[in-house]
């Protein structure tokens, strides 16, 4: 048996019926920028994660360079966020032309550590921007309570997480303003590209509504600097068709993380990551860890089975991030946490004989190096 890492055919074929239905709408009405379906699906999100604004945009990326001009961070501003996440929760502070500084992670919540917040925030200081890495929220209130006492908002990149739940809480919905993905590998995934903001203030939803589109006040009245970050009507369609499915799919990538993590006890030379009691993951990814990485996945793909990496190389060691001077060492635990981690394959479709056919391989390469 061969397992994929990720795969969205059976999702695909599952709704294909819908999804035609409700693209062949968008194509019937002509909704294609912003449009009916996209202000239906803002609406639906909205209430879902039990906030009172979210705002459609057309990437990931996007919608956090939008939480951070909505909040008003500009150049010359420092953000204190995480170097162990994807490139563009760095990208958007670069954008708006502040400065990442990076506040190491937690092996618990492979996420911001509170204690190492309270240390990288600066006076320029201006957001404080963690990252719910894999679906796992990080301890969330010990990092706004540090927030507070320093006066700086929070913004969740909760681009990997909506769904999962922190203290009985949707993530996505308590910092000042926050930011998800609909990249097609999510758990909420477009047919394409997505993303949005979500916030409770009415001000900066509105002013994200405006730059959205081209900063218009009044048709052809621009008050400020805009951008051309609509979302397509087919990815809101699209979009609307799968978020009623979402938490079924996450129950099921909640059994299949049970099932690894009792499989997998014990395993020689395997760190598994486990949840925390206050959390509930979607287990957007389902991350273990290896001195041998490269040997555990190669010895793995010889038994048929498919892996990731989620990230090898973290972004204070991105060339692109080499004139920031943080030295290779500075973030020891985000480095360990690069250097080890394996993603096993995981998404909703997998069956309970491809995950037995993943834990066998695993603890038979493990027994193997």
Known sequence: MTV?????????????????AAMTEVLDTQGFANGPPVAKLEAELASYLGVKHVVALNTGTTALQAALLGLGVSPGDD??????????????????G??????????????????ALAKAITPKTKAILPVHLHGHPVDLDAILDIAKTKGVPVIEDAAQSIGSTYKGRQTGGLGAVNATSFYPSKNLGAAGEGGAIMTNDGAIADRVRSLRDHAQQGRHHHVELGFNWRMDGLQGAVLRVKLPHL????????????RYLDGLKGAKGLRLFPEQSWARCNW?????????REALRAALEKKGVATGVHYPTPVHLQPAYAHLGVAKG????????????????????????????????VRAACAEL
């Open 79 to 96: 953000v204190v966020t995480v170097a162990h996440t994807w490139i563009s929760t760095c990208w958007a502070i670069s954008y708006v």
């Open 4 to 20: 994929p890492f990720f795969s969205l055919a059976d999702q695909t074929r599952q709704l294909r019926s819908e999804l035609l």
């Open 247 to 258: 938490d079924r799919w996450n129950e099921r990538r909640r059994a299949i993380a049970a």
């Open 98 to 115: 502040a400065r990442p500084v990076f506040a190491d992670v937690d092996e618990g919540t492979n996420g911001m550590d509170p204690r």
């Open 284 to 292: 957007h990814v389902f991350p273990v860890f290896h001195a041998q």
């Open 330 to 361: 500075a973030l020891p635990v985000a480095e360990r946490l690069a250097a080890t981690e394996v993603s096993l394959p995981m998404f909703a479709e997998l069956s309970d004989a491809q995950v037995d056919e993943v834990i066998g391989a």
